[in-house]
């Protein structure tokens, strides 16, 4: 039997319960489109991870406090501060593979305009920060290296700071407080928005970092220090200047623990990236069930229309039709079910994807369609067919002739 005269009788097999074809390729159009939505999120994740690490450079470097043994405990990494204003001096006049450096300490604190307040995180840094993270002024400037050393009451705002203190008032030469001291405004960073997992960029305030450990947390030791290499290629080197500068300056023995860490974006990317593709691998993992619950619908409804032709089958075994041809008849029907549930599936699973920005839940989730992940789940369906669908054909080819013609 010719494959187009297979291909007609099913889908006129198909045909007589349109309602009954149409579930069974429910549960494949389903687990099609969770599949493709599912790894689109995954993927999109990943595109956003990656971007916003581009956007900070591939020539930034983090020297963060490490942990130490003290009387047989140890402590975690940042547990204990090490770090100082002389440390970041140092590595800056010091190491000939580093071009900028910024001291950094944060604090989350209330700030205050009039009636207005909002609590946000406050991050001491350097007059370099701006061209070391990649982050421009949109309004003012932001405060030079006079002012910081001068302890300068000075800030500047992120995004969305401004956003719910002025709204569309222009802050530059405003008044606000940080627990209870005056800043004026002097800046406004460009916005950046939404990052995925990581909240928005814009909810900070730069002040000098100064000015924070002085009046504000009344501290002398560094939260970290972000430095820029002169190049994404002397980056490895200068990671090697600064952690031998830092442990001759701490007096670290050889053979000892750091008790600081440095760390350089692309360390960080790649871990980034590793976490982002487990979590595709799992949601696609996860939606692939649906699938298998698909394969094993059309295996049920094949394993009924099995039953109700078994006189067909008799008729057509006994003028000539062979095991073969049985076989392969029931085998293609299987088949073109998980094809055309594929096919829907794919336009599903697109579609969710593209639509998920305008639902305003789902507006932050960036999702990327990739070729290959549609590639695949059009595979896989097809892949559940053959499966699922050879048992009950090979039920079908193995009946006896006459006993099926007995059949009622």
């Given at each position: ?230 190049s994404a290629d002397t980056t490895a080197k200068a990671q090697q200047e600064i952690t031998d500068l830092l442990r001759n300056r701490h007096r670290i023995m050889p053979g000892s623990d750091d008790d600081f860490q440095v760390r350089n974006m692309a360390d960080i990317a790649e ?138």
């Amino acid at each position: 039997m010719s494959i187009f005269r297979i291909l007609r009788v099913s889908f006129r097999a198909l045909g007589r319960n349109k309602m009954r074809t149409f579930l069974t390729m429910l549960g494949i159009i389903i687990g099609v489109g969770a599949v493709i939505a599912m790894v689109s999120i995954g993927a999109g994740a990943k595109q956003a991870v990656e971007d916003r690490f581009s956007s900070m450079g591939t020539n930034l470097l983090f020297v963060s406090p490490g942990s130490r043994n003290t009387g047989g405990v140890r402590s975690g990494f940042g547990g204990f501060q090490t770090l100082k204003e002389d440390d970041a001096t140092a590595i800056k006049e010091e190491c000939p593979s580093v071009q900028d450096v910024s001291p950094s300490v944060s604090s989350r604190s209330q700030v205050i305009l009039g009636n207005k307040n909002w609590n946000t995180n406050v991050q001491g840094t350097g007059a370099g920060y701006p061209e070391i993270r990649k982050w421009p002024v949109e309004l003012g400037s932001y405060f030079d290296e006079a002012q910081v050393k001068a302890g300068a009451k000075v800030c500047v705002l992120g995004g969305e700071v401004r956003k719910n203190l002025f709204d569309t008032e222009d802050p530059i030469g405003k008044v606000i407080r940080i627990k209870k001291v005056p800043f004026t405004i002097v800046g406004v960073l460009v916005t950046k928005g939404e990052s995925a997992g990581f909240g928005s960029r814009d909810d900070q305030i730069c002040i000098p970092y100064t000015t924070l450990m002085m009046r504000i947390q009344k501290t002398d030791y560094l939260s970290s220090i972000d430095i820029a290499a002169v190049s994404a290629d002397t980056t490895a080197k200068a990671q090697q200047e600064i952690t031998d500068l830092l442990r001759n300056r701490h007096r670290i023995m050889p053979g000892s623990d750091d008790d600081f860490q440095v760390r350089n974006m692309a360390d960080i990317a790649e871990s980034a990236a590793d976490a982002t593709n487990i979590l595709t691998l799992l949601l696609g993992s996860i939606a692939s069930i649906s699938l298998l619950v698909g394969g094993i619908g059309i295996m049920n409804i094949m394993l009924v229309s099995v039953t109700e032709r078994i006189r067909e089958i008799g008729i057509r075994m006994s003028i000539g039709a062979k095991e073969k041809d049985i076989l392969l008849q029931f085998l293609v029907e299987a088949i073109v079910l998980s094809l055309f549930g594929g096919i829907l599936g794919i336009v599903l699973g697109v579609g969710v994807s593209k639509l998920m920005k305008f639902i305003p839940i789902f507006a932050s989730i960036t999702t990327v369609v990739s070729p290959s992940s549609v590639i695949l789940a059009f595979l896989f369906s097809a892949s559940v067919g053959v499966f699922f669908g050879f048992y009950p054909a090979r039920k079908a080819s193995k009946l006896d002739p006459i006993e099926a013609l007995r059949y009622e």
